[in-house]
T-cell receptor, first 112, second 113 residues
Framework: ELKVEQNPLFLSMQEGKNYTIYCNYSTTSDRLYWYRQDPGKSLESLFVLLSNGAVKQEGRLMASLDTKARLSTLHITAAVHDLSATYFCAVDEKANAGKSTFGDGTTLTVKP | NAGVMQNPRHLVRRRGQEARLRCSPMKGHSHVYWYRQLPEEGLKFMVYLQKENIIDESGMPKERFSAEFPKEGPSILRIQQVVRGDSAAYFC???????????FGSGTRLTVV
């Protein structure tokens, strides 16, 4: 059974600081997703990572994938308050199977 | 493009009642997925449907839960004889390609009292 673990689960940062969220998964996978969820809202897709060494960046967020280590990272650069949210990684074990396994999420709070 | 539409947004049911959650996929999407999110947890896969077919229901509880995606109309997640443990947010996602490019709806928050 595929397991996905994120850490930390809670993260409090000062504005302007950098930090990294880690996502480990237990078996080989076909693709990995990062989502953002604001309280009481739906999931917003941030990144889809398809291959080993993939790196994607959008604004202050950068995601990378190491399939050999079964590890993805979400790096936050110079955090701002608007980034406060819960971030989830999710893994599809098989291509096109339509079944993602989610981590428990990292709740990020950025303080001024 | 209205996105994935779920209704109701909030649903309160007494123990033993039935809950019906609706999901209209994005225009052009024929693949629908249901997930459940308990407080402080990630989403848990429940079921994957295409029009008139259940593709994967490995995450569905064996009893009281059922899902359908008819030829016409929205996908329905039905929970019979609800219990307090069914209280959660239920999210629907859709895609135009099986198992890729998911768009999530805003969810239905079910509270069982």
């Amino acid at each position: 059974e595929l397991k996905v673990e994120q850490n930390p689960l809670f993260l409090s940062m000062q504005e302007g600081k950098n930090y990294t969220i880690y996502c480990n998964y237990s078996t080989t996978s076909d693709r990995l997703y990062w989502y953002r969820q604001d309280p009481g809202k739906s999931l917003e897709s941030l990144f889809v990572l398809l291959s080993n060494g993939a790196v994607k960046q959008e604004g202050r967020l950068m995601a990378s994938l190491d399939t050999k280590a079964r590890l993805s990272t979400l790096h936050i650069t110079a955090a701002v308050h608007d980034l406060s949210a819960t971030y989830f990684c999710a893994v599809d074990e098989k291509a096109n199977a339509g079944k993602s396994t989610f981590g428990d999420g990292t709740t990020l709070t950025v303080k001024p | 493009n209205a996105g994935v539409m779920q209704n109701p947004r909030h649903l309160v049911r007494r123990r033993g009642q039935e809950a019906r959650l609706r999901c209209s996929p994005m225009k052009g999407h024929s693949h629908v997925y249901w997930y459940r999110q308990l407080p402080e947890e990630g989403l848990k896969f429940m079921v994957y449907l295409q029009k008139e077919n259940i593709i994967d229901e490995s995450g569905m509880p064996k009893e009281r839960f059922s899902a359908e995606f008819p030829k016409e109309g929205p996908s329905i997640l039905r929970i019979q004889q609800v219990v307090r443990g069914d209280s959660a947010a239920y999210f629907c996602a859709s895609s135009n390609q099986g198992g890729y490019g998911y768009t999530f709806g805003s969810g239905t928050r079910l509270t069982v009292v």
